[in-house]
C-alpha cells in the first residue's frame, strides 16, 4: 500500500527558515498532482502549494515569495524550502498526493489520493 512520510518541521524564530520533505513508498505507477497544507488550532485545512499535472506550481497568496516547492517524480520526493517564516505559519503541515499505483492483491491499477502524517511548524515571535 502507498504511505506518505512528512519530515523536517520544528520550532524557529521568526524571519527563520525550514524545509519540509514527503517521501512516497510503494507500488506507484505515475503521480497526477501533488500539495502541500496547512492547518493551524481552530482552523480549517489551507492548501499552500501545489504541482497539478501540467507541472506549472501554485502557491497561496499568503506565501508567494516566500515558499517554494519542488518535487522528483521519478523517486517519489518532494520539498517545501520556506524562508521568512512568519508566526502565522504556524501549523501542523501535510503532504497530499493524487497518483495511479499496483494494487498487487487485486492485480491492477487504481487512482486514489493519499495523505501524510503530518509534520509541526512552530515559528515563534
Known amino acids: 500500500q502507498v504511505q506518505l512520510v512528512e519530515s523536517g518541521g520544528g520550532l524557529v524564530q521568526a524571519g527563520g527558515s525550514l524545509r519540509l520533505s514527503c517521501v512516497a513508498s510503494?507500488?506507484?505507477?505515475?503521480?497526477?498532482?501533488m500539495g502541500w497544507y496547512r492547518q493551524a488550532p481552530g482552523k480549517q485545512r489551507e492548501r499552500v502549494a501545489s504541482?497539478?499535472?501540467?507541472?506549472?506550481?501554485n502557491y497561496a497568496a499568503s506565501v508567494k515569495g516566500r515558499f517554494s516547492i519542488s518535487g522528483d517524480n521519478a523517486k517519489n520526493t518532494w520539498s517545501l524550502q520556506m524562508n521568512s517564516l512568519k508566526p502565522d505559519d504556524t501549523g501542523v503541515y501535510f503532504c497530499?498526493?493524487?497518483?495511479?499505483?499496483?494494487?498487487?492483491?487485486?492485480?491492477?491499477?487504481?487512482?486514489?489520493?493519499?495523505w501524510g502524517q503530518g509534520t509541526q511548524v512552530t515559528v515563534s515571535s
Open positions: 510503494g507500488d506507484i505507477f505515475k503521480v497526477k498532482s
Open positions: 497530499h498526493a493524487d497518483l495511479i499505483y499496483a494494487d498487487l492483491t487485486a492485480g491492477t491499477h487504481f487512482r486514489d489520493d493519499f
Open positions: 504541482i497539478p499535472d501540467s507541472g506549472a506550481t
